[in-house]
């Protein structure tokens, strides 16, 4: 199991043991898979972990302009298309974006720890 699997392991309350991965083989990877739980449960790591303000860029943004992200959405309805999503605002335009479609600059207290959610999240979907 790698590094970054070890440790969305832990923050789901998954084993981690190599004993469980050498029982469940490849099926081990069921264990991260997404679902609505574990994105709550996710959800709540961030709440924790995550330090607001902080600028991000958004990827689907034709105009690569900077976003300020202001708190996790205060409506934890996550879903397995979106994920999690961030408030964030440009300007007075506010925005409800998800968190796999941020961009974080690496000096950023919070880029490993979306760069971690991100690649759980994302690699589930085979993106």
């Excluded at 083989?25 to 449960?41: F, I, K, Q, Y």
């Excluded at 708190?71 to 879903?79: A, F, H, K, S």
């Excluded at 760069?115 to 999240?121: D, H, T």
Aim: aromatic fraction near 12%; include cysteine; glycine fraction near 6%.
């Amino acid at each position: 199991m790698g590094e970054w699997k070890v440790q969305v392991a832990r923050i789901l309350g998954e084993p981690t043991t190599s004993i469980l991965e050498n029982y469940y083989g490849s099926e081990s990877a069921d264990l991260l898979e997404v679902n609505d739980e574990r994105l709550l449960t996710f959800y709540d790591y961030l709440r924790d972990e995550l330090k607001f303000p902080f600028m991000a860029r958004y990827k689907q943004a034709k105009n690569a302009y900077e976003l300020v992200c202001t708190r996790l959405d205060q409506e934890t309805n996550v879903n397995e298309a979106d994920g999690i999503k961030l408030a964030c605002k440009h300007g007075e335009t506010k925005w409800i974006i998800p968190l796999s479609e941020m961009v974080v600059d690496e000096k950023d207290v919070n880029f490993s720890t979306i760069m971690l959610y991100q690649k759980w999240f994302l690699g589930s979907k085979g993106i």
